[in-house]
């Protein structure tokens, strides 16, 4: 079982776009969740994360554009993007993790596409 995102598609640059990741279907009790990217020909990166007691961290280059958000009790993240720029192109993968379990859980997405139009 994987999370599953939506809400990706095709926007102008400057507009916004909500994306979720409906992670319910996951066995594990999660820690955190996080949202990654990954442009054609780049390596993948961190775009923002959330802990379950809710520590916050972005990524340099979505810095007051991006806000992620969960619903612990629904097991779901959300990631508003907004002033979206033609870099922001890429698709998106949600990530779940609890590395205090034994084995360590870390489940991934199959990822949703944005992409920003110029």
């Known amino acids: 079982v994987q999370p599953v995102e939506s809400g990706g598609g095709l926007v102008q640059a400057g507009g916004s776009l909500r994306l979720s990741c409906d992670a319910s279907g996951l066995s594990f009790s999660i820690n955190s969740m996080y949202w990654y990217r990954q442009a054609p020909g780049k390596q993948r990166e961190l775009v923002a994360s959330?802990?379950?007691?809710?520590?916050?961290n972005y990524g340099d280059s979505v810095k007051g554009r991006f806000t992620i958000t969960r619903d612990n009790a629904k097991k779901t993240s959300y990631l508003q993007m907004n002033s979206l720029k033609p870099e922001d192109t890429a698709v998106y993968y949600c990530?779940?993790?609890?590395?205090?379990?034994?084995?360590?859980?870390?489940?991934w997405g199959q990822g949703t596409l944005v992409t920003v139009s110029s």
């Open positions: 990530r779940a993790d609890n590395p205090y379990t034994i084995p360590k859980s870390d489940a």
């Open positions: 959330m802990t379950y007691v809710g520590f916050i």
